[in-house]
């Protein structure tokens, strides 16, 4: 194949992966021009909104831009997308690449709460961004049927319990129409601003000129303070182009970003601007709902669907990145083992979590719910958001000095200058508390304290069992002797690289037989998201019998245990299923004297072990081949 074909491939495969970035990637920032303008001139906290003037209209479009320019494009697109973890983004991706770098072990652990955090807050988000994005959506229907009002909530209710029921069947099938619905979507987008700027190309020349945004806060100092909370709902979404990096790569989503959506969002900005100053409005009435009163009524049914399907696209890529994010937080030990189920023989991303999905189904419909307008949602909207960019500033500090090893002379301005916007706006978004910016942040310290307290009870755990642990090695020595061997495999799954499984201890203390092959396994997840499949086990043989292997993978590798020991042939050949037994050990906890955390967190520890899902299920175990036995552990 000459140069020219293949560099032609490779340029076709980069713009199929920016479509599809498009579609998936997108989607949150791409809804926002349905309520950021209008929620920026809203009064907040019961003072009076800003005034609907060219000072004022120029100010909040130039901020909006240039808040798109600090913090999508420099920070994420340009910056903080090179730190990817073997081409994995998402604050977990780079916790664990921190992690494996770093030896500083009081900087390490500062780095995980922050890194902890930012999940739980993405948990919140993801909860959040679904009721927005469809709320905002639906409501456009009144404007389509008069007298719709009473219909707005249970129908977006509606469109949501149908987006939650579908995920079990997986996105595969209809993932392929996401990327040309938001293509057109965007370019509607884009379209609608140039119907408006067409009477008022002006305004652009102002919305690109940094000062009108200075001048906003020197005519309106406070109230342009508190303004920025609704302004920064022009980039939520930004944190998606990290995360998703891993499906779409750095360069696809930089280009779908500065080449096609940039644009058309800006467009659209600057067009509901022109739209709101024309001397044939009402600029007092139509800055009640900009975006959709600029659309003309010849194509007002079309975009307003369009705009539907595309926060239920939104929601879906959201949703999706919860899965995503929940699977990482169970192979990295922050969560308890779930179901998890693949929905494509052929996308290894395509998954889905029965517990994550309905959980977030009733937080998104108590949300509709309890607030009912995505005007009142837009106070709880900022928080998480804010919160979670502000975290990956601290974390990429640590990328530049740690990774990079960028001197301080260099990394310093760079950090100051994005900590500065990003603590700007959670300062604006922290002003909004009392009017439901408290809903994100209970969810994010709730979450917090659940992801934490499994990760300490899992280590005071392993901690406790290791005390009374007894090697391998004196252990098949003295079994070997004193047991009798029955034909077959015995598997022991051991959380440990070392020491003897407690299940082994108690099948020869109460059956008094051993296996003629006996395995000791251990599942170790590495801080990569994949492994090389060449060193998925490693391999040591005991004597009498006696095998310890470990199965690596990586964080977004499914841990299909059954599927990959039926090709493997190491510990004197090959494994058949029929003739094999796995031993599972289940544990108990019991008060402790002096017990490791507080009781409260101790109960929670436990009840969070009693309802995860057994390793039978998470291992992909044959079912009629596991046996479990219990013991009672201390912590």
């Known amino acids: ?13 980069k713009l199929k992966l920016a479509v599809g970035a498009v579609g998936v990637v997108f989607g949150d920032i791409g809804t926002s021009p349905l309520y950021a303008f209008r929620e920026t001139f809203a009064s907040h906290d019961g003072a009076p909104g800003i005034l609907v003037d060219p000072d004022h209209i120029h100010g909040v479009l130039s901020l909006v831009f240039w808040s798109m320019m600090a913090v999508v494009t420099f920070k994420y697109v340009l910056t903080i997308m090179k730190a990817d973890n073997k081409g994995e983004g998402g604050s977990l991706a780079l916790l664990a690449l921190l992690n494996r770098k770093t030896d500083n072990v009081r900087l390490t652990a500062v780095l995980v709460l922050l890194g902890v955090f930012a999940t739980a807050l993405f948990y919140g988000d993801s909860m959040i961004t679904p009721a927005m994005s469809v709320l905002s959506a639906t409501e456009g229907l009144q404007y389509i049927v008069p007298g719709f009002e009473p219909y707005i909530v249970p129908t977006a209710i509606a469109l949501l319990l149908g987006l939650f029921a579908i995920q079990a069947r997986g996105t595969e099938r209809v993932g392929g129409l996401f990327g040309p619905i938001m293509c057109a979507y965007f370019l509607a987008l884009a379209v609608l601003g140039i119907y408006h700027l067409s009477g008022n190309p002006g305004i652009i020349l102002e919305t690109l000129n940094p000062l009108n945004a200075v001048n906003f806060f020197y005519i309106d100092g406070w109230r342009a303070f508190v303004a920025m909370g609704s302004v920064v709902l022009a980039v939520t979404g930004a944190e998606a182009l990290y995360a998703d990096m891993g499906h779409f ?60 399907c595309a926060t239920m696209i939104a929601s879906q890529a959201v949703i ?46 108590l949300l509709v719910l309890f607030f009912r307008s995505s005007s009142n949602l837009a106070a709880a909207y900022g928080i998480a958001v804010t919160g979670a960019m502000f975290i990956d500033t601290l ?15 260099k990394a310093l301005p760079l950090v100051i200058g994005f900590a500065v916007v990003d603590m700007a706006y959670l300062g604006a978004n922290l002003i909004k508390v009392p009017q439901g910016g408290w809903v994100p942040l209970v969810i994010g310290f709730f979450i917090f304290t659940l992801l934490t307290t499994w990760s300490r009870g899992r280590a005071l755990m392993r901690s406790s069992m290791a005390e009374f642990g007894l090697p391998l090695e004196i252990f098949a020595k003295s079994a070997h002797n004193s047991a009798k061997r029955v034909p077959g495999t015995a598997i022991f799954m051991n959380s440990g ?88 050990s289940r544990q108990t906890l019991l008060p402790s004297e002096r017990p490791g955390m507080a009781i409260w967190r101790e109960k929670l520890f436990s009840w969070m072990m009693r309802n995860a899902a057994t390793p039978m299920e998470f291992f992909h175990l044959p079912t009629n081949r596991v046996v479990e036995l219990g013991s009672q552990v201390e912590i």
């Open 320 to 365: 999706s990145g919860a899965f995503s994010l929940t699977q990482q937080a169970i192979q990295l030990g922050f969560m308890p083992r779930m179901v998890i189920k693949h929905t494509s023989a052929s996308a290894a991303g395509q998954i889905y979590i029965p517990a994550i999905n309905w959980g977030l189904m009733v937080a998104v419909i």
């Open 1 to 13: 194949m000459s140069a020219q074909a293949t560099s032609d491939k490779t340029a076709a495969a």
């Open 249 to 308: 790569g750095r360069a696809p989503i930089g280009i779908s970003w500065m080449a096609f959506v940039l644009p058309a969002l800006m467009l659209n900005y600057m067009g509901q601007g022109a739209f709101v100053l024309s001397p044939n409005t009402n600029a007092a009435e139509v800055i009640q709902d900009p975006f959709f009163l600029m659309i003309p009524d010849l194509v007002r049914i079309p975009v307003i669907i369009l705009a539907i």
């Open 395 to 409: 974390l990429l500090a640590a990328v530049l000095i740690t990774l990079w090893k960028w001197p301080l002379w």
């Open 497 to 584: 690289a070392s020491g003897t499984p407690s299940a082994l201890l108690h099948n020869i203390k109460h059956n008094k037989v051993l296996h003629e092959r006996v395995i000791v396994l251990t599942v170790a997840i590495a801080d990569v998201p994949y492994v090389d499949p060449a060193t998925r086990f490693e391999m040591s043989e005991i004597g009498e019998g006696f095998y310890r292997v470990i199965m690596h993978y990586g964080f977004m590798e499914e841990t299909n245990v059954a599927a990959e020991l039926e090709n493997m042939t190491l510990c004197g050949g090959k494994f058949e299923m029929m003739q094999t037994s796995f031993f599972l």
